[in-house]
């Protein structure tokens, strides 16, 4: 495997289901981010992990709980959810988050669906 | 608040060029990205500027003015492949990044 993968590509859960989705990075980055889009609107950054560390938590509602074991994977657990969290969630890894002239390399992202 | 604005929707003709543009307003400035995304698939990177002016690369350019908090993407000769989302980003002052909701550009014979 090479580059950021993530799995499930596709996810249809209840809203009393209990669900985590994976990432991994094999470009031996130390930053990685899990991202929410939304038809026509713009990325909305969730969390940050920068070496195994979380920097950033956007106001993201408990029912998301990500976990960074290490700096190739990211998890994001999901319970209890609304069907509005129905959305393409992505993830995206880069060299460091405060070097600005990294790009972000982003997974396929999961297709969330919440019935 | 930080704001980038770009256009929804966008049509071109294959072989032709097209300009997206991209204005933003935010807390710093720390270089502006430009991503493709195709339909069902992962943003890709294009393009980053930091210093005013353009950065040529094949047949894509970006263009960015930092004392006008604009910037664009230049497409030349255009191909059926390159219908896609087109995404600007900026860093901010805590190097994150603000994204735009992406411009949509529809490529026709």
């Not at chain 1, 985590?20 to 094999?26: D, F, N, T």
């Not at chain 1, 940050?48 to 976990?67: C, I, L, M, W």
């Not at chain 1, 992505?90 to 669906?113: H, I, K, N, V």
């Not at chain 2, 890709?44 to 004392?67: A, I, P, Q």
Request: neutral net charge; glycine residues 8%.
């Amino acid at each position: 495997e090479t580059g950021v993968t993530q799995t499930p590509r596709h996810l249809v859960m209840g809203m009393t289901n209990k669900k985590s989705l994976k990432c991994e990075q094999h470009l031996g980055h130390n930053a990685m981010y899990w991202y929410k889009q939304s038809a026509k609107k713009p990325l909305e950054l969730m969390f940050v992990y920068n070496f195994k560390e979380q920097t950033e938590n956007n106001s993201v509602p408990s029912r998301f709980s990500p976990e960074c074991p290490n700096s190739s994977h990211l998890f994001l657990h999901l319970h209890t959810l609304q069907p509005e969290d129905s959305a393409l969630y992505l993830c995206a890894s880069s060299g460091a988050s405060g070097d600005s002239s990294y790009e972000q390399y982003f997974g396929p992202g999961t297709r969330l669906t919440v019935t | 608040g930080q704001n980038i604005d770009q256009p929804t929707e966008m049509t071109a003709t294959e072989g032709a060029i097209v300009q997206i543009n991209c204005t933003y307003q935010t807390s710093g400035f720390n270089g502006l990205f430009w991503y493709q995304q195709h339909a069902g698939e992962a943003p890709t990177f294009l393009s980053y500027n930091v210093l005013d002016g353009l950065e040529e690369k094949g047949r894509f350019s970006s263009f960015l003015s930092r004392s006008k908090g604009y910037s664009y993407l230049l497409l030349k000769e255009l191909q059926m492949k390159d219908s896609a989302s087109y995404l600007c980003a900026v860093r901010d002052s805590n190097y994150q990044l603000i994204w735009g909701a992406g411009t949509k550009l529809i490529i026709k014979p």
